[in-house]
Each structure stands twice: as C-alpha cells, then as structure tokens.
C-alpha cells in the first residue's frame, strides 16, 4: 500500500486569487445572463443601468484580481510561477503521454503542482480570463463610460455644447449621432468577442470542475481542500517534487 504524505504547495496568494476569481466568475455570468435577457425579462433602461453598473465594479475586482496572479506567477512559490504553469518545454510531451497512459491504466501519476495536462487548462482559462477582462474595461467605457477608456469615448461622442463628464447611457439627444454611431461600430467586435469568450469560458469551466473532480477520485487525493488549505496529500512520490526540499 502506498503512503500518504502531505506537501505544502499552494501559498495564500495563489489560493486567495483562485476563490475570488470563482466568486467573481459566478456574479458576471448571472449578471450577464440577465442582462443579454433583459428585454425578455421585461427590464427597463435604468434597471439595466443598474445592472451593467453592478456588473462592471465585479468587473474591477475581477480585472484586479487576474493582474495579480499575472504578477504573482513572477513572485509565487514553486507551484504558482509560470515555469510550472506554462505547458511546453523540454521533455513536456513525454510527460502528457505519460500521465495519460498511466492515468488509463488506473495508477495516475502524482502531482503536487499542475499535471501536464492541467497545464493546458490552466493556461486557456487565464488565457479566456483575459479576453473578458479586457474586452470588459472597452465595453464599461463605451456603455457607461467608466475607466480607463470612459473619459476618452465621452469626449468624442459628447455633442457640441455638452460637457463629456456629464453624459450618462442612453441619453442620446446629449450625443453626436455620428461620432455615437461610429463609437458602437468600433465597439461592436469587442462585444463580440466579449459574448462568445463568455460562452467558451463557461464550457472551459465545466470541464475543469468535472476533470478536477474525476482526478480527485482516481488519484484519491485532495485538489479543492488543497486550494482552501494550501497543503496536499498524495500517495508515493510525486513527479515534481522539490527533492532538495522538505515537503
């Protein structure tokens, strides 16, 4: 029988970033349902004012959130820089046929940090994360021209007469219909991209949960209490354990 041995992994940073940005993730996709709805829900312009307001200050923490773990990829322990993180690199597609072949077989290989193809989700979730953060912060400004780029989109679609700091969403007669018009042009493929990323994300989603929870089960170990308490337990010896360090 194998032992069991418990390993210090994820530091507070990481598993701080990783709970905010699920709540954060949650609170924008149902806002952003009800408002891709709202018509149908029979919601006004001011309810949803309200509701793109509420869901661009989500936004912000969101945003905020993801540029730390950017940062903190430079600054983190062992498990949570971008050399264990990213996929590739000498040897990488040795270890994903490895780890497949030896989780079929029914003797999954060990991992304190990211598996090689945990990997791969990993870096297409920070990947679409970023999409939405970005394409995000364009839509704020070019809906209720809230920062960064608000002040700059007011100021070009303000009419003659009006002061840019004053205009507030779907007042159009305070617009230059022209300079509106061709402001939601250049908005369009960003709203775009901003839905189906959206889209893509919850599919990406959906499959995380469900492989975090079959490898939890097959591995026998403890990958979400691990993100709570930063130690894991794993049996025998994983494949990139630290040697040269106590676990």
Do not use: E, S
């Given at each position: 029988m194998d032992e069991f041995t418990v390993h210090r992994v994820w530091d507070a940073p990481t598993r701080w970033f990783h709970w905010i940005n699920a709540l954060c993730v949650i609170a924008l996709a149902a806002i952003g349902l009800v408002i891709l709805n709202s018509k149908g829900l029979g919601i006004g312009n001011e309810g949803k004012i309200t509701l793109k307001t509420v869901h661009?200050?989500?936004?912000?923490?969101?945003?905020?959130?993801?540029?730390?773990?950017?940062?903190?990829?430079?600054?983190?322990?062992?498990?949570?820089r971008w050399r264990a993180i990213l996929p590739g690199g000498r040897g990488y597609l040795h270890a994903v046929r490895s780890y497949i072949a030896a989780f079929v077989a029914g003797n999954p290989q060990?991992?304190?940090?990211?598996?090689?193809?945990?990997?791969?989700?990993?870096v297409l979730l920070l990947a679409l994360l970023a999409t939405q953060a970005v394409t995000g912060l364009v839509l704020a400004g070019t809906d209720l021209f809230y920062p960064p780029f608000g002040s700059s989109i007011a100021e070009r679609v303000a009419a003659p007469g009006v002061d840019p700091a004053t205009l507030v969403p779907y007042a159009l007669d305070t617009y230059d219909k022209a300079a509106y018009d061709e402001m939601r042009a250049m908005r369009k493929p960003y709203a775009l991209v901003h839905l189906y990323a959206f889209y893509v994300l919850m599919v990406v989603v959906v499959l995380h949960v469900t492989a975090v929870i079959v490898t939890e089960v097959r591995e026998r170990g403890n990958i979400v209490s691990a993100m709570f308490t930063g130690m894991k337990i794993v049996r025998g010896h994983p494949v990139d354990e630290d040697r040269t360090q106590g676990g």
């Open positions: 661009t200050w989500v936004g912000y923490v969101f945003a905020l959130n993801l540029a730390w773990r950017l940062v903190w990829a430079f600054l983190g322990n062992r498990y949570a060990q991992y304190l940090g990211h598996n090689p193809l945990g990997r791969l989700a990993v």
